[in-house]
């Protein structure tokens, strides 16, 4: 369950004077390129100078114009937005994308729940206060605030909410899945008794892949979920593929992107959230792909296993997301063979 982007806050403005905040993450990244593609200028928040620069560099030399940064080192901190909106021109629409989302759980309260609540209702809070031309806010959630994994759905949408709580995320094991859930139920709740000026619409992605972002450092620096497949063309499951459980579905990045997009564009999009999932995988379709697409890469691979996509696989509605936000989802194979070669294109030793 992707859906969630380090230190990534996007805040865009008119086409005329379009601003980003925070676009150092692979989903934030595209969204960046699809804001400056339609004519958007872009004001992208970042952790650093040095990362702001790494954002700003990595669009195409013709939009250099069009974006820039503003450091925002801990989104948890009282305030920690306020600056931009009071220091940049007028902003139509933010779209927040910050939240964590790694593997390592140390201190869930420090490390997820305060960056995904507060973050959250501090960047609302912000907007509420210093941003009276913002007309709508589009956060990026995810699939893990729908999901329940205990007693699958059969059929999943947006009315479905996982049923996590404050004090399940104290278990290491559903930290992140409990900070999804919760910072968007904050969200919503803030819509709810604050009743601001601007609307909200909520992006839940699953898993995620296609092109990694252009100013990737280097391979380790891969969002988690295109890692697998990094990890197959590196030999690293040569020994055998590991389970696909517990998700078992997957969006393409770049109709992530464009659901942004349209989210902020389309009026209709105000006040509602999008399960954004483009269909199902397993780990071995993934295998299959690479020995059918890049017969190279095959040496890399375990000899072909059988398929773990269970026949009763939890299903999925995306109809909302076709008809409002106009997504046509990109295929699997396609997803699976462009994130393949992007990585190859990066030439970072595979």
């Not at 209709?268 to 379709?285: K, M, P």
């Amino acid at each position: 369950m992707e859906g969630s982007s380090k230190g990534n806050i996007l805040v865009t403005g008119s086409p005329d004077k379009p601003s980003i905040t925070g676009g150092s993450g692979f989903i934030a990244s595209h969204i960046i390129d699809a804001l400056l593609d339609e004519g958007f200028d872009v004001v992208t928040t970042a952790r650093s100078d040095e990362k702001g620069s790494r954002i700003v560099n990595s669009v195409k030399p013709t939009q250099h114009r069009k974006i820039s940064y503003v450091v925002v080192d801990d989104i948890a901190k009282d305030g920690a937005f306020e600056t931009i909106f009071k220091a940049e021109a007028a902003f139509d629409y933010v779209v927040h994308t910050a939240s964590p989302y790694h593997l390592t759980v140390q201190d869930p309260i420090k490390d997820f729940l305060d960056p995904a609540i507060k973050g959250t209702t501090g960047l609302l809070r912000s907007v509420q206060t210093y941003a009276p031309t913002v007309k709508r806010v589009v956060i990026t959630s995810s699939s893990a605030a729908i999901l329940n994994h205990i007693n699958h759905a059969k059929v999943y949408d947006e009315t479905h909410w996982a049923p996590w709580t404050w004090e399940d995320a104290m278990n290491p094991q559903w930290t992140y899945l409990a900070s999804k859930v919760l910072s968007e139920k904050a969200a919503w709740a803030f819509m709810g008794s604050e009743r601001p000026h601007f609307d909200l619409a909520v992006i839940n992605c699953t898993f995620t892949f296609g092109p990694v972002q252009r100013n990737l450092p280097n391979l380790d620096a891969m969002n988690t979920s295109n890692q697998r497949i990094r990890d197959m063309m590196q030999g690293k499951m040569k020994n055998g593929i590991p389970p696909t459980a517990p998700v078992f579905t997957f969006v393409d990045v770049r109709d992530v992107a464009l659901a942004h997009l349209k989210a902020v564009t389309v009026p209709e999009a105000g006040g509602n959230r999008f399960y954004v999932v483009g269909g199902h995988f397993s780990n071995n379709r993934i295998a299959n792909i690479i020995r059918k697409s890049y017969p190279d890469l095959s040496r890399s691979l375990p000899e072909e296993a059988e398929d773990d996509l269970p026949a009763d696989v939890y299903d999925f509605d995306n109809s909302k997301s076709r008809k409002v936000l106009g997504l046509e989802y990109t295929s699997f194979e396609k997803s699976v063979e462009d994130t393949i070669q992007s990585i190859l294109d990066l030439k970072l030793g595979i």
